[in-house]
């Protein structure tokens, strides 16, 4: 069993920074692919970042060279540091987790708000 807990969002004004943490607790986070996902107001829920156990990373179109993910596995902590934020990144975003043996076991964060506003 792995529980995920969300911190760091917060009000920030356009092209500014934030970076949320993810503490993971209960298994080894070697184990799992990590991600962070996104869900504004009437909108369906998008993955804007992944990162493997091996740390290769991928992400959204939209925040390619604006946000990075992380990981550090020691500590089982995952990041995403946002940088140039704009309104349209206003969303919850929610930390995901999935077992690397198996697509039916996976866990979400109950998230934190990111609203991006002057």
């Known amino acids: 069993q792995v529980q995920l807990v969300e911190s760091g969002g917060g009000l920030v004004q356009p092209g500014g920074s934030l970076r949320l943490s993810c503490a993971a607790s209960?298994?080894?986070?070697?184990?799992?692919?990590m991600g962070w996902y996104r869900q504004a107001p009437g909108k369906q829920r998008e993955l804007v970042a992944g990162?493997?156990?091996?740390?290769?990373?991928n992400y959204i179109d939209s925040v390619k060279g604006r946000f990075t993910i992380s990981r550090d596995n020691a500590k089982n902590l995952v990041y995403l540091q946002m940088n140039s934020l704009k309104s349209e990144d206003t969303a919850v975003y929610y930390c995901?987790?999935?077992?690397?043996?198996?697509?039916?076991?996976?866990?979400w964060g109950q998230g934190t708000q990111v609203t991006v506003s002057s």
């Open positions: 209960g298994s080894m986070l070697s184990r799992y692919t």
């Open positions: 995901y987790a999935r077992a690397v043996y198996s697509s039916l076991v996976d866990y």
């Open positions: 990162i493997t156990s091996g740390g290769g990373t």
